[in-house]
């Protein structure tokens, strides 16, 4: 009988809408940033990084995808665009 009764209840709903693959594309979405890096030939590339990455795993990406093998003579500066230009950050090679 409560079987017959839900089936009437909710048979008039126009369509399906799955929650959990939306939450679970949206908090993907959150977990990933997107940084931009400026190469030295003046050449910019994205990378796609977890948001509580640490700095190296982006060095690594970078160097994967220069193709380097000596990796000790190079690293990253980190330049905050987001604060005014007095508070500009500005950070030595991770």
């Given at each position: ?13 126009s ?11 949206r ?57 005014s ?10």
């Open positions: 009988m409560l079987e017959g009764v839900s089936r009437r209840a909710f048979g008039c709903s369509g399906t809408y799955n929650v959990r693959a939306s939450e679970l594309a908090h993907r979405a959150l977990k990933t940033l997107r940084v931009q890096v400026a190469l030295l030939d003046d050449t910019t590339q994205v990378f796609e990084i977890e948001k509580r990455a640490k700095g190296q795993a982006l060095l690594d990406l970078v160097f994967s995808h220069l193709e380097l093998i000596e990796k000790d003579f190079f690293g990253l500066q980190y330049l905050d665009h987001s604060s230009a007095e508070n500009s950050k500005v950070s030595s090679p991770l």
